[in-house]
């Protein structure tokens, strides 16, 4: 019996996927920038105040399942690996639809104008925005190439997502916790 080479096809396929989520993390990006500072918030009331801190357990879900998905994949346990990576793709999701539904109940929350540390807030939150961007398209690539079986090309570019993703988590939880002190919350 002989083996065959992967055929063009299955490489072909790569940059449409590519393309389509390069597209769709445009989209979501565009449409969180729309939510966030053009669309007026739907409900001036207080009914879901929990969400951000919701989903700033989310971001710290996330955060852990990354460093423990880091620690197996380290020891050579792919499969362990993998659902400590899908774990941190969940917690992303369900803090996705939490951001989504809180700002468009609420709007945005600004950090208090004369508070301590506004600077530092401000380019924390800043670097996380950008890098959250960034990350949207690098995760789904990166499951893309897990989940298609183009391993080499995974490694290659989870030692990007992986620490662009993981800052991003865990800012988010810092960026919560210092709006919340400077508001008295």
């Known amino acids: 019996m002989t083996t065959v080479a992967p055929s063009s096809n299955a490489k072909s396929g790569t940059a449409p996927a590519i393309a389509a989520i390069l597209a769709i993390s445009a989209a979501a990006s565009l449409f969180l920038f729309w939510l966030i500072y053009i669309h007026p918030a ?12 919701m989903n700033a357990v989310f971001n710290g879900l996330a955060a852990t399942a990354l460093l423990i998905g880091y620690t197996f994949v380290r020891a050579h346990k792919i499969k362990q690996h993998r659902a400590s990576m899908i774990t941190a793709f969940v917690f992303s999701t369900l803090f996705l639809i939490g ?14 104008l004369h508070a301590a540390l506004r600077t530092f ?19 789904l690539v990166t499951f893309f190439f897990s989940l298609s079986g183009r391993i080499p090309q995974h490694r290659r570019i989870a030692r990007w997502t992986f620490p662009i993703w993981l800052y991003v988590s865990v800012t988010g939880v810092i960026t919560y916790v210092m709006l919340r002190i400077a508001l008295g919350s």
């Open 121 to 139: 807030y401000l380019w924390l939150l800043a670097s996380h925005i950008v890098l959250a961007v960034i990350a949207l398209p690098l995760v």
């Open 99 to 112: 951001y989504i539904a809180h700002h468009a109940l609420h709007g945005d929350v600004r950090y208090p």
């Open 42 to 53: 739907a409900a001036t009331s207080s009914q879901y105040a929990f969400l951000p801190a």
